[in-house]
């Protein structure tokens, strides 16, 4: 197992330079700056030597390879550099925003934990009957509906109409998080909820269940100590993909929120152009999904021994 860690590990350099290759590319293909953007932005109209002196002092006059491997250099001595918007160390801005994102992560994989779960496995139990027609309509419902629409009625109805949480959030509280952890958990428990279902149903119909019921056992016993545990391995991998996109923001909730996480970061310097910025969330969401299926797989391990890593022998 050591081999195989080391392994993946591994596997996140090219990845790294892969993904940071690629976007920096995107970015120069756009065809603009952060000077341009920034002259846009403020109305004012600047000269071709202003412009030019401007994408000097920041090096975007020089060729595009000769960016990408000087933002490599500094990256390898642990420099981010600096925002090309607001002036500021990029690692420490970065910093800043992750308390955030990790709250709203946290509680939106709790919230998705309890309602896909139970209503899943209570769907399975009662398939075809009125309480599984019910649930299966609420997915369906909740899978159709886009997340700035369900984030603007839950405004609408929370903030406005019943003002008990704020439209605009004030802070890392539970208060200002409640609207977008419910809006992110409802779809992704309607999403959640099928795959569950779909898995506890696949288990039911296996021999063991039956032989279990023949020898007396309770099916309540089957269901949560062998049914529920031989679905663990789908649930987890729902949950690791859940965790890595959380991570790395959900920018159309954090914009409508105004959630001062790393999403909405993310969205302000594609929309200005600082290469650093984007650079450095290139950066996180690559050692995050690494990180996270890194954890998933050895996790299966653990849940389901039957399951072999790679390099392993046994």
């Known amino acids: ?39 846009e932005a403020s109305g004012v109209t600047l000269s071709p030597e202003v412009l030019a002196a401007e994408r000097a002092k920041l090096g975007l006059d020089q060729p595009f390879l000769v960016q990408y491997f000087r933002w490599l250099g500094e990256f390898l001595t642990g420099d981010l550099g600096t925002s090309y918007v607001s002036g500021n160390d990029v690692f420490s801005t970065f910093l800043s925003k992750l308390p955030a994102t990790l709250l709203l992560t946290g509680t939106s994989v709790l919230l998705t934990v309890v309602i896909s779960v139970p209503l899943g496995i209570l769907s399975a139990v009662k398939q ?17 509906l886009p997340n700035f629409f369900v984030a603007l009625v839950l405004m609408y109805v929370f903030s406005i109409h019943f003002p008990v949480f704020p439209v605009i959030s004030n802070g890392l509280s539970l208060q200002s998080a409640a609207l977008p952890t419910l809006t992110l958990a409802i779809a992704m428990s309607a999403k959640y909820l099928r795959q569950v279902r779909a898995a506890v149903l696949e288990e039911l119909n296996k021999e063991y269940v039956t032989g279990a019921k023949a020898r007396g056992v309770r099916f309540s016993v089957t269901l949560w100590k062998s049914v529920l545990r031989a679905c663990l391995v789908t649930i987890l991998t729902l949950l690791a993909l859940s965790i890595g996109s959380l991570l790395g923001g959900t920018a159309i909730v954090e914009s409508i929120f105004m959630w001062d996480g790393v999403g909405k970061l993310a969205v302000d310097a594609i929309n200005m152009r600082d290469y650093p910025m984007i650079q450095a969330y290139v950066v996180w969401m690559a050692l995050i999904y690494v990180v996270i299926n890194l954890i998933t797989d050895l996790s299966y391990r653990i849940l389901d021994p039957r399951i072999r890593l790679g390099g392993d022998k046994t």
Do not use: E
């Open 1 to 39: 197992m050591k081999k195989y860690v080391i392994r993946r590990l591994l596997l996140l350099i090219p990845v790294l330079l892969g993904a940071t290759f690629l976007s920096f590319a995107m970015m120069s293909i756009a065809g603009s700056d952060v000077v341009v953007q920034r002259a």
């Open 128 to 144: 075809n009957r009125l309480t599984d027609y019910l649930i299966r309509i609420c997915s369906f419902i909740g899978n159709s």
